[in-house]
Every structure is written in structure tokens, then in C-alpha cells.
């Protein structure tokens, strides 16, 4: 089976997303070859990155870099995330090759094969999803309400991880709406024009497709009540082998939920840097030190060391 998988980033995350790509080629089913696109901007030169020794590692991808120009430029950028992000919004119009295309964000650590997500049938859906769990989330469901004027109850789903129809998106012209909406400054960007365009026309799928970090804790804490909406078999799946999903701090640059499932794929790929690694425990340790006797006992009944 061929996958066609898109990220969307720039220089400054080329070694996450180099750690991304590895663990998605590492744990390959033997008859999936991975047709690997990444979109940048102009200014980003991978020519002579080590993204382009991973094909001859692995020998089940083919890594095409295309560069965007133009497109969402002085677009509101947020909390760190650049204009590449609303790149994969256009995603139908760059990568004509294919019908439908899974898309991932890089601060993510892949866990399985991904033939079983891209086999979903999206009929007239315009993605695949997985839904911020607003059920569980008072909160969350005003929010949705008030910010956006969306009903909670049709889901709000994460755009990190997408199975993108890409056939459908065009047949219906939804890249011009998102370029439409592109222009506005919503809180959540990309994920919030997605969103509003297509409320209602997403094939819910289970947090195993992208096990964000307050999914991940939700199914620690709320176990039940999770099991009672996926499952208990896509809840085990999801803890077991799911997509790990960064989408607060990111393990190489700070401590966070699962970040040594992240550091043990970085050790074993080609990015591995000792200077870095070391410097970066080095500076978590001396953090650790400065703690008073108090928050350090806070910090232990937050993470025992039985979890």
C-alpha cells in the first residue's frame, strides 16, 4: 500500500520533524511505502539536510520537498506556530497526485502503521479527525459556542493529525474558503478555520490518531468516562500504540507528559545529538535543583512514580 503523508514546516523544525518521519518509517507494515511530501516556504534550503539520507535508510518512502510561495503570507501567527501551518488548508491544490492524503503535524511520535487511518472512508466527509472530547468539557463547549458560534455537539476536531479529502475539497472549492477565512485572526488558526468551514463533515476517529497531550491525560484520569465514548479497545489502543501528540511543550524543549517516548526515538535516529543531549538533561536537572523542598513535593504527587 502506498500512504501519501504531508508535513508542513520550516528550518527551525527540521530535527523534530526528522524524529517524526523516523518513527513513521520505523514502524512501517512491510507492504507500506510511504510517499512523503513537506511543504515550506522560500526561505527554508533542505537541500542538504539529513531528511534526504532517511530514504536510503529505511528504503519505504520517497521524500518530495515543494516550496509554497505567497500563499498565507502575514497570515496571524500565535503562540509560536509560523505560516507554514495553514499550508496543509491548500494541501489538494499542491499535492495533485492524490485523491486523499494524511497530514501530520512534526511534534508527534508515530507508534504504528498508518494503513488502517488512510483505509477510512471518508464518502462526503472533508476529513478524518479526532475530536477534542468537548463532552467531557464544560468549558470547552461554550467556548466553541461563544467563539465561533459552532455546536459543540457536531465536535471540534484537532487539525494535527488529518486525513484530508482532497478530491472533495476541490470538487467543492473549500481551498478558496480557507484562504477566505485565512484572513481573519482566529485563536486556534488553522484548526479553527477548518473548523467553521466543514462543522459537521468530519469522520470522527478515535484518540489513537492523535493522542494530544490532554486526550492522553483525559484517558489516564477519566478512563471510564472515555471508554464509554471510544471505547475500551480504541482507549488501550490509543495508551498502547497511538500517535503521541506535543501540543504543549515540546520534549525537546522542555519536560512534559510522554516526552521519553519522544527521546527514545530521537537516541536511535540519525539526528541524535550528544552535545544537545546532554545539554538539554543537564539543564533540566539544574531547573530540578533550584526547586524549593515544597514544589518538589508537589511535583511528586503530580507524577508519582507508579504511573
Known amino acids: 500500500m502506498t500512504i501519501p503523508v504531508l508535513f508542513t514546516f520550516d528550518a527551525s523544525l527540521e530535527m523534530p520533524a526528522g524524529v517524526a518521519i523516523s518513527s513513521l518509517l520505523e514502524n512501517a507494515a512491510p507492504d507500506t511505502f510511504y510517499d512523503i511530501f513537506i511543504l515550506h516556504g522560500p526561505e527554508a534550503d533542505f537541500s542538504k539536510s539529513k531528511l534526504n539520507a532517511l530514504p536510503e535508510k529505511y528504503g519505504n518512502c520517497r521524500l518530495t520537498f515543494r516550496v509554497v510561495e505567497g500563499e498565507f503570507e502575514g497570515a496571524y501567527e500565535v503562540r509560536g506556530i509560523p505560516e507554514t501551518a495553514y499550508y496543509r488548508l491548500i494541501a489538494p491544490e499542491l499535492i495533485p497526485e492524490y485523491d486523499k492524503i494524511l497530514y501530520s503535524d512534526v511534534d508527534v511520535i508515530f507508534r504504528e502503521d498508518l494503513g488502517r487511518f488512510y483505509s477510512v472512508n471518508l464518502g462526503s466527509n472533508c476529513f478524518g479527525g479526532v475530536d477534542n472530547c468537548s463532552a467531557l468539557r464544560p468549558d470547552e463547549q461554550k467556548s466553541i459556542g461563544s467563539r465561533l458560534g459552532l455546536?459543540?455537539?457536531?465536535?471540534?476536531?484537532?487539525?494535527?493529525n488529518l486525513v484530508i479529502n482532497s478530491k472533495l475539497l476541490l470538487e467543492e472549492g473549500l481551498t478558496s474558503e480557507f484562504r477566505r477565512l485565512g484572513k481573519n485572526r482566529y485563536k486556534q488558526q488553522d484548526m479553527d478555520i477548518i473548523n467553521i468551514a466543514c462543522n459537521g463533515?468530519?469522520?470522527?476517529?478515535?484518540?489513537?490518531?492523535?493522542?494530544?497531550?490532554?486526550?492522553?491525560?483525559?484517558?489516564?484520569?477519566?478512563?471510564?468516562?472515555?471508554?464509554?465514548?471510544?471505547?475500551?479497545?480504541?482507549?488501550?489502543?490509543?495508551?498502547?500504540?497511538?500517535?503521541?501528540?506535543y501540543n504543549g511543550v515540546k520534549p525537546w524543549s522542555g519536560a512534559c507528559l510522554n516526552m521519553d517516548i519522544w527521546w527514545e526515538y530521537y537516541r536511535r535516529s540519525i539526528f541524535f545529538d550528544e552535545a544537545f543531549s546532554f545539554n538539554f538533561w543537564n539543564s533540566e536537572m539544574r531547573r530540578l535543583e533550584k526547586l524549593s523542598l515544597g514544589k518538589r513535593i508537589k511535583l511528586l504527587l503530580r507524577y508519582p512514580l507508579d504511573r
Not at 151 to 160: N, V
Not at 212 to 220: D, G, V
Not at 228 to 245: N, Q, T, W
Open 151 to 160: 455546536d459543540w455537539r457536531k465536535g471540534y476536531f484537532y487539525s494535527g
Open 201 to 245: 463533515r468530519f469522520v470522527e476517529m478515535g484518540p489513537s490518531f492523535c493522542l494530544s497531550s490532554f486526550l492522553y491525560t483525559l484517558c489516564i484520569e477519566k478512563r471510564q468516562e472515555m471508554e464509554k465514548i471510544y471505547g475500551a479497545e480504541e482507549i488501550e489502543r490509543a495508551l498502547r500504540c497511538g500517535i503521541v501528540h
